[in-house]
């Protein structure tokens, strides 16, 4: 097997190490083109080029990740990773952790945890490498990688999100909040809604979001109405879509332009808590991405004319 197809056999795990360790689609496939360039530029032969190849992503994303805090921290209102419609990489005897582990709610979670951490519990608790294989990409002695391990997981099970395990029962409840959402259906939100729902959204500045997070079933539904008469009236399209492997929809204009990508946290019969990205900048993988505020100031428009 030659060098490229070893390579592109393996990138979909690689993107998905990436992905978990930096939150973002368009860093970890910038972290992934590197390693390849790496891989191509030496002469070395690796035992396991799985191994090396993971280690190499893993170093990368390391350092993507400890320069990328600091515009974190300057970042306007709350911060999201990119939201992920299509996971690359499919392992049937680790589908629980994958899934878990890439949620809007997970990966915020592991924004908690310092970059070696991060790596660390990545590579140990979602794709179970051994210790030898760690503390060779992150250049830490095993005993020092076990001990990264501990913490990470101490951190993570404190705050460690929980979502309904019957994904038909999620997905059907997330049909009947994406049919409520789209028609601006107060009783039907209200009764998909749990009583301390909680939304919030990330414009990062550059697209209309809620200032603050809202919280509180009433708040919420009087939020999501008024959102449907806009969805109204700017001719907007509201889809079901799964989004970093939990309910989620999709919105866009009616020229397929992305507007926003919403992830669905269920429990317990009930949606919990809905996280909205709305930066265009978090968008652009997608798809083509609308202006948001233009179509905002047309909704409104096309509201006061019709009233």
Same mark, same amino acid.
């Given at each position: 097997m030659s060098r490229t197809e070893e390579f592109t056999a393996l990138r979909p795990l690689l993107f998905a190490i990436a992905y978990r360790i930096l939150g973002s689609v368009s860093e970890a496939e910038d972290a992934v083109q590197e390693t390849w360039l790496r891989y191509e530029g030496t002469t070395a032969e690796p035992a396991s080029v799985k191994s090396f190849l993971s280690a190499v992503v893993t170093r990368i994303s390391i350092d993507v990740l400890r320069s990328a805090r600091v515009r974190r921290e300057e970042y306007t209102g709350a911060w999201f990773p990119e939201p992920?419609?299509?996971?690359?990489?499919?392992?049937?005897?680790?589908? *629980?952790?994958l899934a878990d582990s890439v949620s809007m709610a997970a990966l915020l979670l592991l924004e908690r945890l310092s970059p070696l951490e991060r790596a660390v519990f990545v590579l140990r608790e979602v794709f179970a490498f051994d210790f030898a294989e760690i503390a060779g990409a992150v250049d830490r002695s095993e005993s020092a990688c076990r001990q990264l391990a501990v913490r990470a997981r101490r951190h993570m099970a404190a705050g460690r999100p929980?979502?309904?395990?019957?994904?038909?029962? &999620?997905?059907?409840?997330?049909?009947?909040?994406?049919?409520?959402?789209?028609? =601006?259906?107060?009783? =039907?939100? #209200?009764?998909?809604?749990?009583?301390?729902?909680?939304? #919030?959204?990330?414009g990062g500045g550059k697209a209309p979001a809620f200032p603050r997070p809202v919280s509180g079933r009433e708040k919420v539904v009087r939020a999501f109405a008024a959102f449907a008469d806009l969805l109204s009236a700017g001719d907007l399209v509201v889809e079901q879509h799964e989004v970093n492997h939990q309910p989620g929809l999709v919105v866009s204009t009616a020229?397929?332009?992305?507007?926003? @990508?919403?992830?669905?946290? +269920?429990?317990? =019969?009930?949606?919990? #808590?809905?996280?909205?990205?709305?930066?265009?900048?978090?968008?652009?993988?997608?798809?083509?991405? *609308?202006?948001?505020? *233009? @179509?905002?100031? &047309?909704? +409104?428009?096309?509201r006061h004319e019709q009233s």
């Open positions: 992920l419609l299509d996971d690359p990489y499919e392992d049937p005897e680790r589908s *629980a952790e929980r979502f309904d395990a019957d994904r038909r029962e &999620r997905e059907e409840l997330a049909a009947r909040f994406v049919e409520a959402f789209r028609e =601006g259906d107060v009783d =039907g939100l #209200t009764e998909l809604l749990a009583a301390d729902v909680l939304v #919030t959204g990330d020229e397929r332009e992305l507007l926003a @990508v919403m992830a669905l946290d +269920v429990l317990d =019969g009930h949606i919990q #808590t809905v996280r909205g990205v709305m930066n265009p900048d978090k968008l652009a993988h997608l798809g083509p991405v *609308a202006d948001a505020w *233009a @179509v905002q100031a &047309r909704a +409104v428009r096309a």
